[in-house]
Protein backbone atom coordinates (compact mmCIF):
# COMPACT_ATOMS: atom_id res chain seq x y z
CA UNK A 1 0.00 0.00 0.00
CA UNK A 2 1.09 3.66 -0.91
CA UNK A 3 0.91 5.87 1.69
CA UNK A 4 0.15 9.95 0.08
CA UNK A 5 0.72 13.24 2.14
CA UNK A 6 -2.37 15.20 2.68
CA UNK A 7 -2.40 19.11 3.47
CA UNK A 8 -5.23 21.01 4.82
CA UNK A 9 -5.71 24.75 5.55
CA UNK A 10 -9.20 25.29 7.45
CA UNK A 11 -11.01 25.38 10.92
CA UNK A 12 -11.57 23.03 13.55
CA UNK A 13 -10.77 21.31 16.41
CA UNK A 14 -7.57 19.69 17.63
CA UNK A 15 -9.06 18.49 21.16
CA UNK A 16 -11.82 16.51 20.14
CA UNK A 17 -13.33 14.72 23.15
CA UNK A 18 -13.58 10.84 23.92
CA UNK A 19 -14.72 8.21 26.61
CA UNK A 20 -12.13 5.53 26.40
CA UNK A 21 -12.48 4.72 22.61
CA UNK A 22 -16.08 6.29 21.92
CA UNK A 23 -16.14 9.81 20.86
CA UNK A 24 -18.33 12.01 23.26
CA UNK A 25 -17.22 15.59 22.06
CA UNK A 26 -20.60 17.42 22.69
CA UNK A 27 -19.75 20.66 20.97
CA UNK A 28 -20.13 18.74 17.42
CA UNK A 29 -23.27 16.61 16.03
CA UNK A 30 -21.33 13.66 14.87
CA UNK A 31 -25.28 12.22 13.90
CA UNK A 32 -25.47 15.46 11.40
CA UNK A 33 -25.60 14.29 7.90
CA UNK A 34 -22.49 16.62 7.43
CA UNK A 35 -20.58 13.60 9.71
CA UNK A 36 -22.84 11.05 9.22
CA UNK A 37 -22.64 9.19 5.68
CA UNK A 38 -25.83 6.81 6.23
CA UNK A 39 -27.79 9.91 7.52
CA UNK A 40 -26.68 12.20 4.54
CA UNK A 41 -27.66 8.99 2.09
CA UNK A 42 -30.99 8.90 3.68
CA UNK A 43 -31.39 12.78 4.23
CA UNK A 44 -30.55 13.55 0.21
CA UNK A 45 -31.49 10.38 -1.27
CA UNK A 46 -28.52 9.29 -2.24
CA UNK A 47 -28.00 12.35 -4.65
CA UNK A 48 -24.90 14.32 -3.93
CA UNK A 49 -25.90 17.45 -5.75
CA UNK A 50 -29.01 17.60 -4.04
CA UNK A 51 -27.21 18.01 -1.25
CA UNK A 52 -24.99 21.75 -2.64
CA UNK A 53 -28.28 22.69 -4.13
CA UNK A 54 -30.03 22.05 -0.44
CA UNK A 55 -26.77 24.33 0.79
CA UNK A 56 -27.43 26.97 -2.05
CA UNK A 57 -30.59 28.12 -1.14
CA UNK A 58 -29.46 28.32 2.49
CA UNK A 59 -26.81 30.49 1.57
CA UNK A 60 -29.63 32.72 -0.17
CA UNK A 61 -31.28 34.05 2.84
CA UNK A 62 -31.53 37.46 3.57
CA UNK A 63 -28.99 39.02 5.64
CA UNK A 64 -27.13 36.00 6.08
CA UNK A 65 -23.20 36.81 6.72
CA UNK A 66 -21.26 35.31 3.71
CA UNK A 67 -17.45 34.26 3.15
CA UNK A 68 -16.33 32.47 -0.36
CA UNK A 69 -18.97 30.39 -0.65
CA UNK A 70 -21.92 32.16 -1.84
CA UNK A 71 -25.31 30.88 -4.08
CA UNK A 72 -23.21 31.93 -7.30
CA UNK A 73 -20.04 29.67 -6.27
CA UNK A 74 -21.94 26.71 -5.11
CA UNK A 75 -23.77 27.64 -8.14
CA UNK A 76 -20.29 26.93 -10.08
CA UNK A 77 -19.56 24.16 -7.83
CA UNK A 78 -22.87 22.39 -9.03
CA UNK A 79 -22.27 23.23 -12.73
CA UNK A 80 -18.13 22.62 -12.94
CA UNK A 81 -19.04 19.23 -10.66
CA UNK A 82 -16.17 17.18 -8.84
CA UNK A 83 -16.46 19.09 -5.21
CA UNK A 84 -19.25 17.59 -2.56
CA UNK A 85 -20.14 18.38 0.61
CA UNK A 86 -18.55 15.81 2.26
CA UNK A 87 -14.98 17.07 0.98
CA UNK A 88 -15.53 19.97 3.57
CA UNK A 89 -15.06 17.71 6.53
CA UNK A 90 -11.37 16.14 7.64
CA UNK A 91 -11.52 13.71 9.97
CA UNK A 92 -9.71 10.84 9.92
CA UNK A 93 -9.15 8.63 12.95
CA UNK A 94 -7.53 6.14 11.80
CA UNK A 95 -4.21 7.53 9.42
CA UNK A 96 -4.91 11.16 11.13
CA UNK A 97 -5.06 12.12 14.35
CA UNK A 98 -8.41 11.37 16.05
CA UNK A 99 -8.15 14.51 18.12
CA UNK A 100 -8.58 16.54 14.95
CA UNK A 101 -11.51 17.76 12.96
CA UNK A 102 -10.95 20.13 10.44
CA UNK A 103 -14.00 22.15 7.99
CA UNK A 104 -12.66 24.06 4.96
CA UNK A 105 -14.89 26.35 2.51
CA UNK A 106 -16.50 24.48 -0.09
CA UNK A 107 -15.21 27.21 -2.81
CA UNK A 108 -11.37 27.35 -1.33
CA UNK A 109 -10.60 23.24 -2.04
CA UNK A 110 -10.21 23.24 -5.70
CA UNK A 111 -11.54 26.32 -7.78
CA UNK A 112 -8.62 28.34 -6.71
CA UNK A 113 -5.05 28.66 -7.55
CA UNK A 114 -3.84 27.96 -4.27
CA UNK A 115 -6.67 25.40 -3.18
CA UNK A 116 -6.90 24.60 0.60
CA UNK A 117 -6.61 20.63 0.55
CA UNK A 118 -4.01 18.94 -0.93
CA UNK A 119 -3.33 15.81 -1.57
CA UNK A 120 -0.09 13.26 -3.09
CA UNK A 121 2.14 16.68 -3.86
CA UNK A 122 5.65 15.98 -4.33
CA UNK A 123 6.61 18.89 -2.83
CA UNK A 124 4.55 18.56 0.31
CA UNK A 125 6.42 15.09 0.59
CA UNK A 126 9.64 15.80 0.30
CA UNK A 127 9.35 18.52 2.52
CA UNK A 128 7.57 16.44 4.85
CA UNK A 129 10.30 13.57 4.98
CA UNK A 130 12.86 15.89 5.60
CA UNK A 131 11.26 16.72 9.37
CA UNK A 132 11.55 14.90 12.12
CA UNK A 133 9.13 12.39 12.54
CA UNK A 134 7.92 13.05 9.34
CA UNK A 135 4.87 10.71 9.13
CA UNK A 136 3.07 11.76 12.65
CA UNK A 137 -0.11 14.04 12.03
CA UNK A 138 0.39 17.65 12.58
CA UNK A 139 -1.21 20.57 13.43
CA UNK A 140 0.08 23.91 13.11
CA UNK A 141 -2.25 26.52 14.80
CA UNK A 142 -2.38 29.78 12.52
CA UNK A 143 -2.45 32.86 14.88
CA UNK A 144 -4.37 35.56 13.33
CA UNK A 145 -6.47 33.28 11.18
CA UNK A 146 -6.16 32.53 7.88
CA UNK A 147 -6.03 35.04 4.36
CA UNK A 148 -7.51 36.66 3.52
CA UNK A 149 -10.14 35.99 7.03
CA UNK A 150 -7.01 37.91 9.17
CA UNK A 151 -7.76 40.11 12.11
CA UNK A 152 -11.47 40.29 11.93
CA UNK A 153 -12.84 40.83 15.30
CA UNK A 154 -16.11 41.18 17.26
CA UNK A 155 -18.09 41.41 20.51
CA UNK A 156 -19.07 37.56 22.00
CA UNK A 157 -22.82 39.39 23.11
CA UNK A 158 -23.75 41.52 20.56
CA UNK A 159 -21.66 40.30 17.34
CA UNK A 160 -20.99 43.65 16.55
CA UNK A 161 -17.81 43.81 14.51
CA UNK A 162 -14.44 45.82 16.33
CA UNK A 163 -11.76 47.45 14.07
CA UNK A 164 -10.36 50.50 15.60
CA UNK A 165 -7.30 51.98 17.18
CA UNK A 166 -8.19 50.85 20.22
CA UNK A 167 -9.12 47.21 19.26
CA UNK A 168 -5.78 47.05 18.05
CA UNK A 169 -3.92 48.95 21.03
CA UNK A 170 -5.77 46.33 23.68
CA UNK A 171 -4.75 43.07 21.18
CA UNK A 172 -0.77 44.56 21.41
CA UNK A 173 -1.16 44.75 25.34
CA UNK A 174 -3.46 41.57 26.13
CA UNK A 175 -0.39 40.29 24.15
CA UNK A 176 2.10 41.30 26.06
CA UNK A 177 0.91 39.50 28.98
CA UNK A 178 1.75 36.18 27.10
CA UNK A 179 -0.89 34.41 29.10
CA UNK A 180 -0.45 35.68 32.61
CA UNK A 181 -3.34 36.54 34.62
CA UNK A 182 -4.37 40.25 35.38
CA UNK A 183 -3.32 39.50 38.77
CA UNK A 184 -0.03 39.43 37.82
CA UNK A 185 0.46 42.06 35.11
CA UNK A 186 2.40 45.21 35.88
CA UNK A 187 0.96 47.93 37.22
CA UNK A 188 2.04 49.74 33.94
CA UNK A 189 0.45 47.06 31.56
CA UNK A 190 -2.52 47.04 33.51
CA UNK A 191 -3.44 50.75 33.07
CA UNK A 192 -3.08 50.29 29.74
CA UNK A 193 -5.44 47.73 29.12
CA UNK A 194 -7.79 49.59 31.16
CA UNK A 195 -7.21 52.74 28.99
CA UNK A 196 -8.18 50.20 25.71
CA UNK A 197 -10.97 48.37 27.44
CA UNK A 198 -12.53 51.40 28.75
CA UNK A 199 -12.78 52.85 24.80
CA UNK A 200 -13.92 50.14 23.48
CA UNK A 201 -17.03 50.75 25.61
CA UNK A 202 -16.02 48.09 28.39
CA UNK A 203 -16.08 48.11 32.35
CA UNK A 204 -13.97 46.37 32.84
CA UNK A 205 -10.34 44.56 31.74
CA UNK A 206 -12.13 41.19 32.55
CA UNK A 207 -15.31 42.09 30.60
CA UNK A 208 -13.24 43.09 27.60
CA UNK A 209 -11.22 39.76 27.53
CA UNK A 210 -14.36 37.81 28.09
CA UNK A 211 -16.25 39.45 25.10
CA UNK A 212 -13.44 40.45 22.54
CA UNK A 213 -13.41 37.31 20.19
CA UNK A 214 -11.47 36.37 16.61
CA UNK A 215 -14.76 36.09 14.61
CA UNK A 216 -15.50 32.53 13.43
CA UNK A 217 -14.84 32.27 9.66
CA UNK A 218 -18.57 33.15 7.92
CA UNK A 219 -18.04 29.82 5.43
CA UNK A 220 -18.28 27.62 8.11
CA UNK A 221 -20.14 28.91 10.40
CA UNK A 222 -22.81 28.53 7.85
CA UNK A 223 -22.25 25.03 7.52
CA UNK A 224 -22.14 23.76 10.70
CA UNK A 225 -25.23 25.38 11.32
CA UNK A 226 -27.28 24.34 7.38
CA UNK A 227 -26.18 20.64 8.38
CA UNK A 228 -27.23 21.01 12.34
CA UNK A 229 -23.40 19.95 12.71
CA UNK A 230 -22.71 22.65 15.82
CA UNK A 231 -24.12 21.84 19.33
CA UNK A 232 -23.07 25.16 20.87
CA UNK A 233 -22.68 28.07 19.48
CA UNK A 234 -20.26 29.09 21.83
CA UNK A 235 -18.04 26.38 20.23
CA UNK A 236 -17.78 28.68 17.06
CA UNK A 237 -15.72 30.98 18.48
CA UNK A 238 -13.00 28.06 19.41
CA UNK A 239 -12.73 27.09 15.89
CA UNK A 240 -9.25 27.58 15.37
CA UNK A 241 -7.56 28.40 12.08
CA UNK A 242 -5.03 25.59 10.95
CA UNK A 243 -3.15 23.80 8.64
CA UNK A 244 -3.57 20.12 9.28
CA UNK A 245 -0.81 17.60 8.05
CA UNK A 246 -0.94 13.94 7.95
CA UNK A 247 -0.24 10.56 5.54
CA UNK A 248 -2.78 7.65 4.17
Not at 139 to 154: L, T
Not at 189 to 197: F, G, H, M, P, S
Request: proline share 4%; glycine share 6%.
Amino acid sequence: MSYRIHKVLGYGFDDLKYDKKELTDSRLNFNSFLLNEEEFMNHFDFRASKALEDYKKFLSQKDLKLGMDTPRSIGDLIDKGGVYVDNAVTFDSEFGSKKVICFTPLTLIKTTSSPWKRYGDHIDSYDSESKKNPYKPRVQIIKGGIYPFISNYEDRETGKRLDSWSLNSWLRNYDKLKGKDFSEATAVELYDLEITASELGYKTVEEARDRIVASPQPDIVNLLRWSGTINDENALYNLKPMLYTYWS
